[in-house]
């Protein structure tokens, strides 16, 4: 069992950064992979960044590309989403998930958190 609590939300003005932290539960947090995820009013939970299990590799929405990335510190089970040159459109609750193998769907995920909400004003 894991359990996952996101912190780091907030309002920031449009070309701000914001850092996102999920403090995970349990002893087993470096056997999964990690997931960022964000779902805005009326649409549906998209992915934003993974990590695996060993930090050895990362991927992100082409969104996100080049201003967000994607790290992990397993001494502190802890994975951290920097977000930098936010937009409007960036605005959604965020939330980590951790799933066993790379998933990059919501469906393969077996965890999540509660979600932060990331709100950039224009």
């Known amino acids: 069992q894991v359990q996952l609590v996101e912190s780091g939300g907030g309002l920031v003005q449009a070309g701000g950064s914001l850092r996102l932290s999920c403090a995970a539960s349990g002893r087993t947090f470096s056997y999964y992979t990690m997931g960022w995820f964000r779902q805005a009013p009326g649409k549906e939970r998209e992915f934003v960044a993974r990590i695996n299990w060993s930090g050895e590799y990362s991927d992100y929405a082409h969104s996100v590309k080049g201003r967000f990335t994607i790290s992990r510190d397993d001494a502190k089970n802890t994975v951290y989403l920097q977000m930098n040159s936010l937009k409007p459109e960036d605005t959604a609750v965020y939330y980590c998930?951790?799933?066993?193998?790379?998933?990059?769907?919501?469906?393969?995920?077996?965890?999540w958190g509660q979600g932060t909400q990331v709100t950039v004003s224009s």
């Open positions: 998930a951790a799933g066993r193998g790379l998933p990059i769907s919501p469906q393969q995920y077996d965890y």
